[in-house]
Each structure stands twice: as C-alpha cells, then as structure tokens.
C-alpha cells in the first residue's frame, strides 16, 4: 500500500470532516425526524419511510453511483463496502462475535464496580406498536451505518493511505471513542477506554477484510444486545453482596476472559486467512 512519507495536516483536516459528517449528520436528521413525527403524527411512520430514502440516497453518493469517474471511484473506494469472500466473512463474524461477547463481561464487571447511569430505549408503549416497531428498527440500524461508512470506511481507508495499518487502527479506534455513546451520563475515562476496545474490534476487522460489511453485520447484532440485555439491568448489579462478592461478577470476568482469547484467536485466522487471498502489498504492516 502507498503511503505518503509526511500526511499534510490540511489532509487530515479534510478527511476528519468528511468522515465525521458522514458519521454524525444523519443520526442527527433521524433524531430531528423521529422527534417531530412523534409529537405531530405519531400513527404514520413517515420519518422512517423518510430516512429510509435519505440512507437510500447517501448510500448510492458515497458508493459512487454520481459524480465524474475519479471521484466516484475514489468514494466508492473510500466507502469500502467490498463483498468479501464466505471464508473471510464467516471468520470475520467468529472474530467480531467473540470479541462483543468479550466486551459484554467487560462492560457488565465495570458497572459492578462504576455505578452506571443505565439505558434503556425510549418509552414507546403509547404510540401504534407499528410506528414503535419501524422507530426501533430504524434507529439500531442508522447507528452503525453511519459509524462504519464514516469511521471505519472513509476515516480508516484514508487514513491507511498517510500512516501505518497499525497507526491508522489505533487512531480510527480513538476517534469513535471520543464520539457520543450511550448510555448518558456516564462517567468519561471507564466510557473512553471501553469504546476504544471497541473500535480497535471493528478497526482491525476493517483493515483486515478491507471491507466494513462484517463490521457492519456484527456492529448491528452487538448494539441490539447491549440495548436489549446488558445497559437495562445496569443499575441492578453490584459487586458485594449480603454473602461476598457476587459469583455473577467472577463470572462475568472469565467471560472477559475465555471470549477474548477466542476472539484473539479468531482474528489470528482472519488474517491468515486475508492474507492469503491480498496482494502482498496489502499485507498488514
């Protein structure tokens, strides 16, 4: 892979806002849509259908369907929504999964030890449960097709084309954990570095698959879990009980564990396996 010997600063400038802005801005006209059909018209979705169409649109911009032939390339490039082979695809989901499972013992022993303010979704049993369904839906899918397109396919691509893989993995994991991330409230430096060990999931599996699409499927499956089963129950768990330190904890903690080793092990053959089938340039660095 090419890479300049000195990334100008302006560069960098550029490419951090187009990236952020493809990472923010639509989660922020979703917000603003769902917001104002709930209030005005709350028995016709039409902020889904509408956002649908905007996702629509964005989608085919950035994958480079307008524009003049470089820059539709250079976009549909930078996008990397490359299908990957099955091999890589499924080693790619075993390394992604383990590594979320991982995360979830993380996260459930740091709010044993940190009180955590919990999330939930929003209470939505007072609108038609059509409207809920297709809200819901909508926002656990804009999340990560934001994130990934922005912060692990325009961020990264660019990224890897000024600095080392290695670099541009760690740099594009600390941008999204500086990002807003629920749940709200909580304390910064436990929120940092657990959303760093995160992005370094989906920044490894992008650089090495050169493709966000099984970041993008496990990303998708991973937040539904941490909205659905872990961040509701956070305000209930605690360290010490009545007789000793809770067994869910120590259990919790061999999840952390067992799953990283897993998914350290799963990615060690994802990129064997990527290896394999890259040219040898694109090798990791």
């Known amino acids: 892979?090419?890479?300049?010997?000195?990334?100008?600063?302006?560069?960098?400038?550029?490419?951090?806002?187009?990236?952020?802005?493809?990472?923010?801005?639509?989660?922020?006209?979703?917000?603003?849509?769902?917001?104002?059909?709930?209030?005005?018209?709350?028995?016709?979705?039409?902020?889904?259908?509408?956002?649908a169409?905007?996702?629509?649109?964005?989608?085919?911009?950035?994958?480079?369907?307008?524009?003049?032939?470089?820059?539709?390339?250079?976009?549909?490039?930078?996008?990397?929504?490359?299908?990957?082979?099955?091999?890589?695809?499924?080693?790619?989901?075993?390394?992604?999964?383990?590594?979320?499972?991982a995360l979830i013992g993380v996260w459930i022993v740091l709010a044993s030890v940190i009180r955590m303010p919990g999330s939930v979704l929003p209470d939505l049993s007072k609108y038609p449960w059509w409207t809920a369904v297709l809200a819901v839906s909508m926002g656990m899918a804009i999340s990560p097709l934001c994130e990934q397109a922005g912060i692990w396919g325009y961020l990264q691509e660019g990224l890897e084309r000024q600095v080392s893989g290695t670099t541009a993995v760690i740099v594009t994991a600390l941008v999204f954990a500086l990002l807003p991330h629920p749940p709200a409230g909580m304390a910064l430096v436990p929120r940092v570095l657990f959303f760093f060990l995160v992005g370094l999931v989906f920044s490894t599996m992008a650089y090495l698959t050169k493709s966000i699409l099984p970041g993008l499927a496990v990303h998708a499956l991973g937040l539904?879990?941490?909205?659905?089963?872990?961040?509701?129950?956070?305000?209930?768990?605690?360290?010490?009980?009545?007789?000793?330190?809770?067994?869910?904890?120590?259990?919790?903690?061999?999840?952390?564990?067992?799953?990283?080793?897993?998914?350290?092990?799963?990615?060690?053959?994802?990129?064997?396996?990527?290896a394999s089938k890259a040219p040898s340039d694109e090798m990791i660095s």
């Not at 989608?59 to 990957?84: C, F, K």
């Not at 941490?226 to 007789?243: E, G, K, N, Y």
């Not at 330190?245 to 990129?271: D, K, Y």
Request: glycine share 6%; hydrophobic share 55%; with cysteine.
């Open 1 to 51: 892979m090419t890479r300049t010997q000195s990334p100008s600063i302006l560069t960098l400038v550029k490419l951090a806002f187009v990236s952020l802005a493809i990472t923010l801005v639509p989660q922020g006209v979703w917000s603003a849509l769902i917001v104002t059909n709930l209030r005005t018209s709350p028995a016709v979705p039409w902020s889904v259908f509408a956002m």
């Open 53 to 101: 169409i905007l996702v629509v649109v964005l989608a085919q911009y950035l994958r480079g369907r307008w524009g003049s032939t470089n820059t539709a390339a250079a976009r549909r490039e930078s996008l990397r929504a490359t299908v990957v082979s099955g091999e890589t695809f499924v080693w790619a989901g075993l390394a992604g999964a383990f590594s979320i499972t």
């Open 224 to 274: 539904l879990a941490f909205f659905v089963l872990v961040w509701p129950h956070d305000t209930d768990r605690r360290l010490v009980t009545s007789v000793g330190t809770s067994f869910w904890f120590w259990m919790h903690v061999a999840q952390a564990v067992v799953f990283a080793g897993l998914g350290l092990a799963a990615f060690g053959t994802l990129a064997r396996v990527c």
